[in-house]
């Protein structure tokens, strides 16, 4: 009973956090495009252009032209928006699963003020909001593994979600050769190759 009571109380401060993240965000909804977020309605339009006009891998493109079609060429903000409530659930998760409870509900909670993560969950474009979610994909995956100590097998569950995170980030945008970088180089230093 203790411990049912503690996870409610966890439960509720998680739903505080998650109000606090919108509430800061919702005013932003609607702001104008600004400098090149304008070209992603216009670029991602069948009715204005052809498919590929973004100078990126596709996953990007994709995103933003199948939801665009859902939320409205005037409403892109709610894409990155949507990414960033999957993000603060995502890290949520990850630092939970590496610390505990406690340091999660802080991290979620600074994720949710901090101006950059303000900033990111409302820009029009892939690095704000939707190449930290495959990281976070790959980073819960990675770490699983670790626990695991790196036991790689095609039929390990956690390594195909840090595979999906990999391989999803790096279609997003080629830079997220700096993620797996990051990764390869934890793995290493975890192997003591130095």
């Known amino acids: 009973k203790p411990n049912m009571a503690l996870q409610k109380k966890e439960i509720l401060i998680l739903c505080a956090l998650l109000t606090l993240f919108v509430a800061f965000r919702l005013p932003g909804l609607h702001l104008p495009y600004h400098q090149d977020e304008y070209k992603w309605p216009i670029i991602v339009n069948p009715a204005l252009s052809e498919p590929g006009g973004i100078p990126h891998p596709p996953v990007g493109e994709a ?28 890290l949520f998760y990850l630092v939970k699963n590496i610390f505990n409870t406690k340091t999660a509900l802080w991290s979620v909670f600074l994720f949710s003020i901090s101006f950059y993560s ?77």
């Open 63 to 90: 995103i933003y032209s199948n939801l665009g079609k859902i939320v409205g060429y005037d409403n892109f903000r709610l894409i990155p928006f949507v990414f960033s409530i999957l993000n603060f659930f995502l």
């Open 118 to 194: 303000l900033l990111a969950s409302l820009m029009v474009d892939t690095d704000g909001a939707i190449m930290p979610t495959f990281f976070l994909i790959a980073a819960i995956g990675y770490m699983k593994l670790r626990k695991m100590n790196f036991q790689f097998s095609i039929f390990n569950f956690q390594f195909w979600i840090f595979v999906a995170g990999i391989v999803g980030g790096f279609l997003v945008k080629t830079s997220f050769i700096i993620a797996i970088g990051a990764f390869v180089l934890d793995f290493l230093i975890a192997k003591q190759v130095f």
